[in-house]
């Protein structure tokens, strides 16, 4: 059962225009969420994240939102750009032990910035 | 910079084979973490240890152990690769007292024939 979901797998969109990645979740004992992008053969790099008792994180281009009565959060890009073109992932962090954490991840969107 | 380091980024191993996968990392993070990525799964934990010599089982463990000696050092062990082991797996560490970021390796590519 995921307990994050991302239910677009892919999404294409022209360069300079706004690019908006979705992500949904179950638990509610998640607090903090993360957004993570990935390039081919490389890891996972961190892009920008919120906590839970907020309901907007803003980073350049990149704004976060959390609507945690919907248990949905979303990511926009502005304006995308071709070296936007990657994987994306949503993450759900939540206390496991003590002060140690673990994230959950989604499955992944590949968004296509075309020139 | 935090580095995570793997110790191969591409590996082919035969059915029945051990694989073991080495992580390294030079921040002294105390948590560190075995993902594998799959298209349309996206990253699934295996393992994860909050501390030397300890380890605790993710969502995936089957046909896995890991082994944690040095703070700086997991390994994810195969113990009989086998086919559906085909993945890329990631590793990943982070700072104890409830922070929030993970940092990743660049990943191994492993292909069980």
């Known amino acids: 059962d995921q307990q994050v979901k991302q239910n677009s797998p892919s999404l294409s969109v022209q360069e300079g225009r706004i690019s908006i990645l979705n992500c949904d979740y179950t638990?509610?004992?998640?607090?903090?969420f993360l957004w993570y992008k990935k390039y081919p053969a490389e890891g996972p790099t961190f892009l920008i994240s919120?906590?839970?008792?907020?309901d907007k994180n803003e980073d350049g281009r990149f704004t976060v939102f959390l609507n945690k009565s919907a248990k949905h959060l979303s990511l926009h890009i502005v304006p995308s750009q071709p070296g936007d073109s990657a994987v994306y992932f949503c993450?759900?962090?939540?206390?496991?032990?003590?002060?140690?954490?673990?994230?959950?991840f989604g499955s992944g969107t590949q968004l296509t910035v075309l020139p | 910079d935090v580095k995570v380091t793997q110790s191969s980024r591409y590996l082919v191993k035969r059915t029945g084979e051990k694989v073991f996968l080495e992580c390294v990392q030079d921040?002294?993070?105390?948590?560190m973490f075995w993902y594998r990525q799959d298209p349309g799964l996206g990253l699934r934990l295996i393992y994860f240890s909050y501390d030397v010599k300890m380890k605790e089982k993710g969502d995936i463990p089957e046909g896995y152990s890991v082994s944690r000696e040095k703070k700086e050092r997991f390994s994810l062990i195969l113990e009989s690769a086998s086919t559906n082991q085909t993945s890329m797996y990631l590793c990943?560490?982070?700072?104890?007292?409830?922070?929030?970021?993970?940092?990743f390796g660049p990943g191994t590519r492993l292909t069980v024939t």
């Open positions: 921040m002294d993070h105390e948590n």
């Open positions: 990943a560490s982070i700072e104890g007292g409830g922070a929030y970021e993970q940092y």
């Open positions: 993450a759900a962090s939540v206390t496991v032990s003590g002060s140690a954490r673990q994230l959950t």
């Open positions: 638990n509610s004992m998640f607090d903090y």
């Open positions: 919120i906590s839970s008792i907020k």
